[in-house]
């Protein structure tokens, strides 16, 4: 096995594994923790089913449900409740999966919920002739090269988190928190397994900081997304059938772009389920401002 950075920002592509074959203890002893040092890791060229996707998830935790509360996805009920197909093919007019269409802006998976999801995995199955990249930012990297006077105000905030299932495009101020999920995060979230802080906020589902006046929160937010959206932070993965990326969503964010919305687009998506609360890191502060 052979571990390569995809890019300087963030990113490892795994080589030279079969997920159709049984992993040995050792190899995924070095998957994992390739998966704590580069946050995201692609591995091309896979053959595999659901279920040989399912084991493969399994070895990171127990698989997320789409029966969590809240909005429902349309789905086909053949594929169970811990799967969620990313596609725009159409049946009688209707998505047969979810985010059909169109670019979406940067968001950390079901941050809306107390519990969000430990790490996303995305299969690629069919794919338009262009398009439908996914952009991944590194929000260690963006919490530690925060200005100094933004991270001494955060430190120790929460960020209210809330989505309108099937929203890609914040198109509105707010979104009707008495009929959609929503949950307070802190700011600064600590990663379990590596105990760095990363930056717990998205364009997408971050709508106030907590405890500070509106116009300071919007200015602030807006800051902190266009911080988060900086080349230096940021991957981008064009794909080709048989991807599969692993994402850790504790210390990363994505987005995708858009695509031809009359070419066939068709991704499996298994999500690994958190069991333990969201962690309230410290900000990262330099060693001169720690000084």
């Given amino acids: 096995m ?23 203890q050792r190899t995924i002893k070095e ?19 659901l279920e040989q996707q399912k ?60 519990f969000p999801s430990k790490a996303t995995m995305l299969y690629a199955m069919e794919l338009p002739s262009w398009g439908g990249n996914i952009l991944f930012s590194n929000c260690y990297a963006a919490a530690e090269q925060l200005l100094e006077e933004i991270k001494r105000l955060l430190d120790g905030k929460k960020a209210m988190q809330v989505y309108e299932y099937g929203t890609t495009l914040k198109m509105k101020e707010k979104y009707d928190r008495e009929n959609f999920p929503h949950y307070a995060h802190p700011v600064f979230r600590k990663h379990p397994e590596t105990g760095r802080s990363a930056l717990f906020v998205s364009e997408l589902m971050t709508e106030e900081i907590v405890g500070l006046p509106k116009e300071e929160s919007d200015a602030i937010l807006a800051t902190l997304f ?21 994402w850790d969503n504790r210390c990363t964010i994505h987005a995708r772009t858009d695509f031809p919305r009359d070419e066939r687009r068709m991704l499996r998506r298994l999500t690994i389920q958190d069991t333990k609360p969201v962690i309230e890191g410290r900000a990262p502060f330099s060693q001169a401002a720690a000084e």
């Avoid at 997320?64 to 049946?91: A, I, Q």
């Fill in 2 to 24: 052979e571990v390569v950075p995809l890019s300087d920002a963030v990113g490892a592509e795994i080589r030279d594994v079969d997920l159709r074959e049984p992993l040995s």
């Fill in 31 to 49: 998957i994992e923790k390739a998966f704590h040092d580069h946050a995201i890791l692609l591995l091309r060229g896979q053959d595999i089913t």
């Fill in 55 to 114: 084991i493969f998830a399994l070895h990171f935790g127990e698989l997320g449900s789409r029966n969590r509360p809240g909005p429902k996805p349309n789905e086909l009920d053949e594929y169970g409740e811990h799967v969620m197909l990313v596609t725009n093919v159409r049946e009688n007019g209707k998505p047969i999966g979810s985010l059909p269409d169109g670019e979406m802006t940067f968001h950390a998976d079901t941050a809306y919920f107390e």
């Fill in 226 to 246: 266009e911080h988060q959206k900086k080349p230096a932070f940021v991957y981008e993965h064009e794909w080709k059938v048989g991807d599969l990326v692993l």
